[in-house]
């Protein structure tokens, strides 16, 4: 296992259940973090928790060209070099086809297929300049398997898994490394606006899925976990 002492970590998504555990955790590892959320006010609680300045801050619309390239401005006046990427940002819209709608479809893509896509365009060529470096991006396990009502959001996740593999192709010669977490059930905020019974007792707390996002940032410089799957023991579908 690789430290993670020393190591400049960007972290998307910082303000939801799963992204605000896993910036503790990190910065409690002697990561450098770089919090990255949609919610002013929730990103300043998280970045006082996790003991990050807000100068390593940035509240954004993800989804925006420039908005990301504000953010990668601000990464790099703030730190050298990114090791570990993790995104940890995007929505959730489940919903029938009778009932899903144009805006519900593009707004899927936009989050969770092109914001990922914005993120590798700034900070992937820092890592190619390195040869080295770990992005973990998290399509859940509705990247793997289809459920009903989930047209969208696993065509968004869908289209995320297949992208990072390709461009794993293209990076086989650096000692960059691309991981993807399959998460499923996990007991967040991503629930809250869904109209779907679930039985949120019974899924993976959020504390937990993020010792998952903390492990895979601090594996052996000799090896790369390719993927990694993690779901309630009621609920596996892979």
């Known amino acids: 296992m690789e430290t993670l002492k020393g190591k400049n ?23 450098t973090v770089f919090l990255t959320g949609r919610n002013t006010e929730k990103l300043r609680t998280v970045a006082a928790e996790s003991g990050t300045p807000e100068a390593r801050t940035l509240a954004l ?18 730190l050298p070099t990114i090791d570990i990427l993790v995104n940890a940002a995007g929505i ?3 919903k ?5 709608d144009d805006a519900d479809f593009l707004r899927s893509l936009q989050y969770n297929l092109y914001a990922p896509f914005l993120l590798l365009k700034s900070f992937l060529p820092a890592m190619k300049e390195a040869k080295k470096g770990l992005i973990i991006n ?19 996740k869908y289209g995320l898994t297949g992208m990072m593999q390709s461009i794993r192709e293209e990076l086989k ?9 399959f998460l499923g059930g996990v007991d967040s905020p991503f629930w809250d606006t869904i109209d779907l019974r679930v039985q949120r007792d019974k899924m993976i707390q959020a ?9 895979l940032c601090q594996q052996p410089a000799s090896g790369v976990v390719s993927e990694m799957v993690l779901q309630p023991f009621n609920h596996q579908v892979i």
Request: proline share 3%.
């Open 96 to 100: 029938t086809m009778d009932t899903l």
């Open 173 to 181: 010669r650096t000692d960059i490394r691309i991981t993807n977490l």
């Open 92 to 94: 959730g819209i489940i």
């Open 9 to 31: 970590v960007l972290l998307t998504g910082a303000t939801g259940g799963i992204g605000s555990h896993t910036a503790r955790l990190l910065a409690g590892s002697g990561a």
């Open 207 to 215: 504390e937990e899925a993020a010792k998952a996002i903390w492990f």
């Open 61 to 78: 619309d993800i989804a925006q060209p420039e908005a990301v390239q504000a953010l990668k401005a601000q990464y790099f006046s703030q």
């Open 138 to 156: 998290i399509p859940g396990v509705l990247g793997k398997t289809p459920m009903a009502g989930a047209a969208a959001y696993s065509a968004s």
